[in-house]
C-alpha cells in the first residue's frame, strides 16, 4: 500500500531492518513510525516541509517500488534507500547533497537523474544497481557531468567516478578522462570490454573489481598508477588455464 510522511524539518536517522547500522545516532528506540509496515508499503510520498531523508530511513524495503520526493529537499541520508526495490525515483531539483549507499543495492532501478544544485554525491552511492542503466546530470550542476556517457564524472570530465552496474556489455570511458576513481566500475557484470583513452594516467584501487564477465582489457601507454586489487575477488585463485581475462600494457607495467 502507499504510506505518506507529513511532517516539518529534517528526518531523523534510523536503523535498518537487518540491524546492520545499529550504531546510527538519533535512532528512536521504536524505530521508523512505518517500520511495521515495511513489508507492505510499496510507495511512500514524502511532503513539502521536510528538507533531508534521515539515514536508513527506508533501508530494506524490499516492496518499495516507487517514492515521491518534495521540492525543497536538500538531503538524502547515508543508507537512505539502501536495499530497496525502486525502480524509479524523480530527485528534486533542490537536493544538494546524496548520501553514501544512499541507493546501494536498489537492484531494480534503472534510470537516475543527478540535479543541478547537487554538490556532494557520497561513496558507493549508486553500486550494485544492476539495472541502472544511465546516470544522467543536469547541464548546469557546477560540481558533477555525465557528458553523454551515462556515468557519473566530475565538473571537468577529467575523473570517471561511476558507471553504472547495468550499463551493457561495452562502455568506453570518454576522451579527457586521466583518473578512474575506486571501484568506479565494480559489479558492472555484463561488460565483456571497456576501451580507455591514452589520457588516462590513473586507474584507483578495485576500480574493475567482480567485473566477471570482463574478457578485454588495454592499459594505455599514459597509465603511471595502477590501484590495488583492481580486478577483485573474482580473479583471485583463478589459474592462468581458467582465466578468461586478458590484460595488455601499450606502454611500460606501473
Not at 176 to 198: F, S
Request: with cysteine; proline share 5%; charged share 20%.
Amino acid at each position: 500500500f502507499d504510506y505518506g510522511i507529513r511532517f516539518y524539518g529534517a528526518m531523523l536517522g534510523y536503523g535498518d531492518t537487518r540491524g546492520q547500522l545499529a550504531f546510527t545516532v538519533n535512532i528512536p528506540e521504536e524505530g521508523a513510525p512505518w517500520a511495521a509496515w515495511i513489508p507492505q508499503i510499496s510507495a511512500v510520498e514524502v511532503t513539502k516541509g521536510i528538507t533531508a531523508v534521515g539515514r536508513a530511513a527506508f533501508s530494506a524495503m524490499d516492496a518499495l517500488e516507487s517514492v515521491k520526493l518534495p521540492e525543497g529537499l536538500t538531503t538524502i541520508g547515508d543508507y537512505a534507500f539502501d536495499g530497496s526495490a525502486l525502480k524509479q525515483i524523480n530527485i528534486p531539483n533542490s537536493v544538494e547533497e546524496i548520501g553514501k549507499s544512499a541507493f546501494y543495492y536498489c537492484r531494480r532501478l534503472e534510470r537516475i537523474s543527478i540535479p543541478a544544485k547537487t554538490h556532494s554525491i557520497g561513496k558507493d552511492a549508486f553500486l550494485l544497481c544492476d539495472s541502472l542503466r544511465s546516470i544522467d546530470v543536469a547541464a548546469g550542476n557546477s560540481w558533477y557531468s555525465s557528458r553523454g556517457s551515462g556515468a557519473l564524472m566530475n565538473k571537468e570530465g577529467t575523473q570517471l567516478l561511476r558507471v553504472p552496474g547495468g550499463i551493457g556489455v561495452e562502455f568506453a570511458v570518454p576522451d579527457g578522462v586521466e583518473y578512474i576513481a575506486p571501484r568506479a566500475l565494480m559489479y558492472c557484470t555484463e561488460l565483456v570490454a571497456v576501451d580507455l583513452p591514452d589520457t588516462l594516467k590513473t586507474i584507483d584501487y578495485a576500480a574493475f573489481a567482480e567485473c566477471e564477465n570482463l574478457r578485454h582489457l588495454t592499459i594505455p601507454a599514459g597509465v603511471t598508477k595502477l590501484g590495488y586489487d583492481l580486478l577483485g575477488i573474482f580473479h583471485e585463485g583463478v589459474t592462468e588455464e581458467e582465466c578468461k581475462l586478458v590484460v595488455e600494457f601499450t606502454g611500460d607495467m606501473p
